[in-house]
């Protein structure tokens, strides 16, 4: 004990106060465990984990008013069709701010898997609704963007085919979720570094599927990993970022 005690303070002490590490850091290990900072937030959100078993922490490695960096671990089993968790990082959205008002809302990611053998999304997913202050759990429509879709998991709904938007091709799936109209748009392969402008996407949709920006508030813009099952992983994502004018 006296010994222990003794290495403690000594490593403390070899520590200068000057190398104080100004880093924005968490460990999030509660099923709502949640971390915000510099106009993001970071949720462990393990809303789904009943469904199954397994576990999944999530971290904050980094964060400035210029991005977060962050990475979630998981392994789950069982509930083969549902979805366990969504951990992201998103945008604190300011209220009132309806999405035709938004000139351009940039985002910039870049990620990587440890083990891709896995079924699951890396994906955006974005709320809005004509109630600026309804809840930030769901809204009347979602915009959700596939970065990635691991093994035989799908969106809701079902396919309108291929569209091209923000200068890449994508699967663009229509469906609804309760009342909420759920739109995906889905990379044919994975796409590890993002960098775009999603008011195309809601440009596209006003055009083509009756999106009425003018009474949608914007609620979140997050971006983050929907496992449904799979040996231990790691999503690491860089940088996130989200720039709304
Ligand atoms: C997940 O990993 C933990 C720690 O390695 C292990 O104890 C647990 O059994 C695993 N669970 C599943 C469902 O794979
Ligand atoms: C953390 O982010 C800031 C701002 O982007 C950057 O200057 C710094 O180098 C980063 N630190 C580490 C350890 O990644
Ligand atoms: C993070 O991305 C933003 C937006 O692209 C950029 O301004 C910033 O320099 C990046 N930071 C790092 C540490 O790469």
């Given amino acids: 004990m006296q010994l222990s005690l003794l290495l403690l303070s000594s490593v403390a002490a070899a520590t200068p106060l000057t190398a104080v590490d100004k880093r924005q850091t968490a460990t999030l290990c509660e099923q709502y465990g949640y971390w915000s900072g510099n106009g993001y937030e970071v949720n462990n959100n393990n809303w789904g984990k009943d469904a199954g078993s ?6 904050v ?19 083969e069709n549902n979805v366990k968790s969504y951990a992201n990082c998103g945008l604190q959205v300011p209220a009132g701010r309806l999405v035709s008002s938004i000139n351009s809302m940039k985002t910039s990611v870049s990620w990587t898997l440890t083990n891709s053998n ?9 709320f809005t609704a004509a109630d ?15 970065l990635a879709r691991l093994g035989d998991v799908y969106p809701i709904g079902t396919s309108q085919g291929n569209v091209n938007v923000a200068g890449q091709n994508w699967d663009l799936w229509v469906g609804n979720n309760g009342a909420m109209k759920v739109f995906s748009f889905i990379a044919g392969s994975p796409v590890n570094s993002f960098n775009a402008d999603v008011k195309e996407f809601y440009t596209y949709l006003e055009s083509s599927q009756g999106f009425p920006s003018s009474s949608q508030y914007l609620l ?3 971006m983050g990993t929907e496992p449904f099952t799979g040996e231990q992983t790691t999503l690491t994502v860089n940088n996130y970022s989200v720039n709304l004018a």
Avoid: K
């Fill in 54 to 59: 397994g576990q999944q922490c999530t971290y």
């Fill in 132 to 146: 600026p202050n309804h809840d930030h759990s769901s809204g009347d429509y979602e915009l959700m963007i596939w």
């Fill in 61 to 79: 490695d980094n964060a400035s008013s210029s991005g977060v960096t962050w990475h979630t671990t998981w392994n789950w089993s069982g509930g």
């Fill in 118 to 126: 896995v079924r699951a999304d890396v994906a955006y997913d974005i």
């Fill in 220 to 222: 979140t813009f997050q």
